[in-house]
């Protein structure tokens, strides 16, 4: 896996598509102008460790573009993935804040596009603007939803396939339907989605054939599709 070194910077906040999905997108303009002034912003292909577990926390990553995933692992090699990070969303906010070492691992699914904030250049910018303090408290409270979700899901589902079910449901939550059903790029692994929902590998592949004879999702190369949402909600007990 590669991991970056140097960061560059790139197009401005009040220019970029994304912006309004983010926490600190919406932010009034002398504090967006403010915010931009400290950041670097650069791109990383599939594979990029942007920082690891144990790792000291240099500053806080805003996810403009693309996805990764946030996992931990045990000492014994073993792996969960607790959240796949999307569009707007701040990593390494916690540790930064805490000046605590980093809680998880975060590598890019796919070509990212990430903004950096040195962490006494970003501890200096929520002191001096009230409404970035706020956004960052949300954030923070999102990320122990997010926490206790995975936790319910994990815990508290009754079989593999319900787990795999709620799964493909939550990745394909934003994607817009057509035809009836909706699509989605699957850019995790077999092994990645077992590292997801607390199974292994093969539970996974065995359990996406099950849901395929049953007509309720299909597989076209990395491309998921699922025929009616709502057929699958009720398989998973949504």
């Known amino acids: 896996m590669r991991r970056p070194s140097e960061l560059a910077t790139g197009e401005s906040c009040q220019t970029c598509k994304t912006r309004k999905e983010g926490f600190f997108c919406n932010l009034p303009p002398a504090a967006l102008k403010a915010m931009e002034s400290i950041r670097f912003t650069t791109t990383y292909p ?3 460790v942007l920082f690891a577990e144990g790792d000291a ?10 996805r990764a995933k946030v996992s931990v692992a045990s000492g014994a090699g073993k792996t969960l993935i607790l959240r796949v990070a999307k569009p707007g969303e701040v ?3 916690h ?13 890019t699914l796919e070509p990212c596009q990430v903004s950096f904030f040195r962490r006494e250049d ?14 960052a408290a949300q ?7 997010t926490a206790c979700e995975q936790v319910r899901s994990i815990g508290l589902s009754g079989s593999a ?8 449901l939550d990745w394909t939550a934003d994607a817009k339907p057509s035809g009836g059903e909706v699509r989605a ?10 590292q997801m929902i607390g199974t292994s590998r093969e539970t996974v592949t065995r359990t996406l054939g099950e849901l395929r004879n049953q007509r309720l999702v299909s597989l076209k190369g990395s491309m998921l599709v699922v025929p009616d949402r709502d057929a699958l909600e009720t398989f998973a007990g949504v």
């Not at 540790?95 to 590598?107: G, K």
């Not at 970003?122 to 956004?135: C, R, Y």
């Not at 954030?139 to 939803?145: M, V």
């Open 91 to 93: 990593l390494a906010l």
């Open 46 to 48: 599939g594979g990029a």
């Open 139 to 145: 954030q923070l409270s999102a990320s122990y939803e």
């Open 185 to 194: 790029v699957l850019t995790l692994t077999h092994e990645e989605i077992g």
């Open 161 to 168: 396939p319900e787990k795999l079910a709620r799964f493909l």
């Open 122 to 135: 970003f501890l200096h910018f929520l002191k001096e603007h009230s409404e970035a303090s706020l956004m």
């Open 95 to 107: 540790s930064v804040v805490s000046n605590q070492p980093c809680q998880a691992t975060v590598e």
């Open 57 to 66: 926390p240099r500053g806080v990553m805003v996810l403009c573009k693309g």
